[in-house]
């Protein structure tokens, strides 16, 4: 029996991808960024929609040509529903389902985060994936929360961001700090030459395994806004040290309600996801932390971290063998968090 061949679509923020799966092997995964974002200091919705107008059948027909099948080779396509930004979405939804009804093919929702959780199953993602259960440090520009994972559709947000996402953390402090968008980057990158204990800055007592970073943000903008009356070049005399203290602080943040999780939930199999999953720091702590506590990581490949169409193939793919299709009345959901399908409390 052929394996299925699938076109993933990814189109949530502003990095338009595609990508093309047979069975769990990725064959091609284009994307096409928007750096005119980067003059705005963030994304901005309706240029975001306009470029993905743009970039969407360039980039489906650059991922069929790298993986050298033809359009009739498709068995089925998959899109990313939600979350994310609805001009974007409606985009990728639209493209997906004329493509979809134009071959006669299945047409397949994703969950975004969903995706990003069951990346870790890519043929090439780790060297082997996970095992259920599993607890996933899923965090974002926009979400950041603890995912119990018991099957590849049976999850459990045990504890999520009551405020910022970690990765939004990082943009606004960048911004404090007058870096470029997206920050994040930008301040692993300087951090590695800086002293993580330079600075300290105030961390949340959250209960359960809740998380925020609202505090930090407003610790590092009134401690930045005081060392800059006494000397006005503070943070072009201490940016190194700033942004090492800054990342010490958030991932600490992290790695604190993980830990907390996995040792009560008596769990050794552990991931991240996300596109801050791609901070080296974070890595560093994971690997560390699974020495000492006897861990199994997971930490997937660069790639598959940020926002990336072979992430939503990978679900496509499951949900096909599950025959689990949608049909053309679907639309696109900005708000379509994990909460949409799994149930969010307590752990039974």
Same mark, same amino acid.
């Given at each position: 029996?052929?394996?299925?061949?699938?076109?993933?679509?990814?189109?949530?923020?502003?990095?338009?991808?595609?990508?093309?799966?047979?069975?769990?092997?990725?064959?091609?995964?284009?994307?096409?960024?928007?750096?005119?974002?980067?003059?705005?200091?963030? $994304?901005?919705?309706?240029?975001?929609?306009?470029?993905?107008?743009?970039?969407?059948?360039?980039?489906?027909?650059?991922?069929?040509?790298?993986?050298?099948?033809?359009?009739?080779?498709?068995?089925?396509?998959?899109?990313?529903?939600?979350?994310?930004?609805?001009?974007?979405?409606?985009?990728?939804?639209?493209?997906?389902?004329?493509?979809?009804?134009?071959?006669?093919?299945?047409?397949?929702? $994703?969950?975004?985060?969903?995706?990003?959780?069951?990346?870790?199953?890519?043929?090439?993602?780790?060297?082997?994936?996970?095992?259920?259960?599993?607890?996933?440090?899923?965090?974002?520009?926009?979400?950041?929360?603890?995912?119990?994972?018991?099957?590849?559709?049976?999850?459990?947000?045990?504890?999520?961001?009551?405020?910022?996402?970690?990765?939004?953390?990082?943009?606004?402090?960048? +911004?404090?700090?007058?870096?470029?968008?997206?920050?994040?980057?930008?301040?692993?990158?300087?951090?590695?030459?800086?002293?993580?204990?330079? @600075?300290?800055?105030?961390?949340?007592?959250?209960?359960? *395994?809740? *998380?925020?970073?609202?505090?930090?943000?407003?610790?590092?903008?009134?401690?930045?806004? +005081?060392?800059?009356?006494?000397?006005?070049?503070?943070?072009?005399?201490?940016?190194?040290?700033?942004?090492?203290?800054?990342?010490?602080?958030?991932?600490?943040?992290?790695?604190? +309600?993980?830990?907390?999780?996995?040792?009560?939930?008596?769990?050794?199999?552990?991931?991240?996801?996300?596109?801050?999953?791609?901070?080296?720091?974070?890595?560093?702590?994971?690997?560390?932390?699974?020495?000492?506590?006897?861990?199994?990581? *997971?930490?997937?490949?660069?790639?598959?971290?940020?926002?990336?169409?072979?992430?939503?193939?990978?679900?496509?793919?499951?949900?096909?063998?599950?025959?689990? @299709?949608?049909?053309?009345?679907?639309?696109?959901?900005?708000?379509?968090?994990?909460?949409?399908?799994?149930?969010?409390?307590?752990?039974?």
């Amino acid at each position: 029996m052929n394996e299925s061949i699938i076109l993933g679509i990814e189109s949530s923020c502003d990095d338009t991808s595609a990508a093309i799966i047979r069975g769990n092997e990725i064959l091609s995964n284009i994307a096409a960024n928007q750096e005119i974002h980067n003059l705005y200091g963030g $994304v901005v919705p309706e240029l975001a929609s306009r470029a993905h107008q743009q970039n969407i059948i360039p980039v489906v027909q650059q991922s069929l040509t790298k993986a050298n099948i033809q359009q009739n080779d498709i068995d089925a396509v998959g899109f990313t529903r939600g979350p994310g930004l609805l001009g974007s979405l409606l985009v990728g939804t639209s493209f997906a389902k004329s493509l979809a009804m134009s071959l006669n093919v299945p047409l397949i929702e $994703v969950n975004h985060l969903q995706a990003h959780i069951l990346a870790h199953f890519i043929a090439d993602a780790n060297p082997v994936p996970p095992k259920f259960p599993f607890l996933c440090l899923t965090v974002s520009g926009g979400h950041t929360m603890i995912v119990l994972v018991k099957d590849y559709f049976d999850m459990q947000i045990i504890g999520k961001t009551t405020d910022d996402a970690a990765g939004e953390a990082f943009d606004k402090i960048g +911004k404090i700090f007058g870096l470029d968008y997206p920050a994040g980057p930008i301040i692993d990158r300087m951090a590695k030459e800086g002293d993580p204990t330079s @600075f300290e800055f105030s961390k949340p007592k959250m209960q359960n *395994y809740d *998380y925020s970073f609202s505090g930090i943000k407003t610790s590092v903008l009134y401690f930045i806004q +005081k060392e800059i009356r006494k000397n006005p070049e503070f943070i072009s005399e201490n940016i190194h040290g700033l942004c090492a203290s800054v990342q010490k602080s958030i991932v600490d943040i992290l790695m604190q +309600k993980l830990i907390k999780a996995a040792t009560e939930l008596n769990i050794t199999e552990v991931a991240i996801a996300g596109g801050v999953s791609a901070n080296s720091a974070l890595r560093q702590a994971m690997q560390e932390t699974g020495q000492k506590l006897g861990w199994n990581i *997971y930490i997937p490949k660069f790639e598959y971290t940020t926002d990336n169409a072979a992430m939503i193939a990978m679900v496509a793919k499951l949900k096909f063998e599950r025959g689990e @299709f949608a049909d053309l009345s679907t639309s696109a959901a900005a708000r379509y968090d994990l909460v949409s399908d799994f149930e969010e409390g307590k752990v039974n």
